[in-house]
């Protein structure tokens, strides 16, 4: 009889575990990779270290706990060029987890050698894990969460604003219709709510794009950077986690582990890359550290969703 019970006992345990759905994601953004550059004392962006940056981060990454994916949200390289770009790529597949990425402003020239069709090419030899024909595309790390790149990067002039084509707008709603994903993660470089007020780093159409996420009542972690800001943002079924750049104090990424089972359990820590004394030079000539860095509730927290 004891043998039955413990029988059914692991039974319902094995069973508990398969339906909870799991995935760790590692977000990071604003590289701004640069080469050959000395910088601005009285700047806080460490540009010329940023290699030493990155690969710190990849080290750090890969010493840590189990990751799903990488996410990079844009502005991986400070100023668009090949020597670039192929350096991010040859740092970043030293990772030992799959990784993705988002276009920032920074990335893409008007004219010259990475339009946005080139760097698509680029990125599209070099990464093993993803091969999407647009700038903006999704893919399903499990059953039960979908991620969906998008691309708000304006291309025609050079501008820190973005904006969301209506093709890519009326694309993103069709995405959302899926009917079994119980999250949507959808990570642009721009925010949908923005961590300060800035007219000339806003998305243009904004409402436009809020309006389609809300519309679909499904439950959407939205990842960001951009304003190089750490903050946590929500309005109705939308939860907007700004995290900052690499490249400056706070020098640090975010980690996210999501769990679905009954409820959606979702956990954000602010990881500091252990580079203190970088840390601390940035912080020294940054006159904007305290929002750079954010509160505590907007560097680690947790949400649980019904």
């Not at 940056?53 to 090949?82: C, H, R, Y």
């Not at 990424?253 to 009954?262: K, P, V």
Request: aromatic share 10%.
């Amino acid at each position: 009889m004891k043998r039955i019970l413990v029988i059914i006992l692991l039974f319902f345990i094995f069973n508990v575990q398969v339906l909870a759905k799991s995935l760790r994601v590692i977000h990071i953004s604003d590289v701004h990779l640069d080469m050959n550059i000395e910088d601005n004392p009285r700047f806080s962006r460490l540009y010329s270290y940023s290699q030493e940056i990155l690969k710190k981060a990849v080290n750090q990454i890969n010493n840590s706990e189990n990751t799903d994916l990488i996410l990079f949200s844009g502005d991986m390289i400070n100023t668009p060029g090949k020597k670039k770009l192929d350096k991010f790529i040859e740092i970043t597949n030293q990772l030992k987890f799959p990784w993705y990425w988002v276009f920032g402003n920074h990335d893409i020239a008007i004219s010259g050698e990475l339009t946005k069709k080139k760097y698509l090419s680029i990125l599209n030899e070099n990464n093993k894990h993803i091969k999407p024909k647009k700038s903006y595309y999704s893919f399903l790390p499990n059953d039960e969460i979908k991620v969906i790149v998008l691309d708000g990067v304006i291309d025609g002039k050079i501008t820190a604003n973005g904006r969301l084509p209506k093709k890519q707008l009326n694309w993103l709603k069709e995405e959302l219709q899926e009917p079994n994903i119980k999250l949507f993660i959808i990570s642009c470089h721009f925010p949908v709510l923005e961590p300060f007020k800035s007219k000339s780093h806003r998305i243009l159409n904004q409402q436009d794009l809020l309006k389609v996420m809300t519309d679909s009542q499904k439950k959407i972690l939205y990842l960001s950077g951009h304003y190089h800001a750490t903050k946590l943002k929500m309005y109705k079924n939308v939860i907007n986690v700004s995290t900052p750049a690499l490249v400056e104090y706070p020098l640090s990424y975010r980690r996210l582990s999501i769990d679905i089972g009954e409820k959606i359990k979702i956990i954000s820590k602010l990881i500091p890359l252990k580079i203190e004394n970088l840390q601390e030079l940035s912080k020294e000539r940054s006159s904007s550290y305290l929002l750079n860095y954010g509160e505590e509730q907007d560097r680690n927290f947790t949400i649980i969703l019904d």
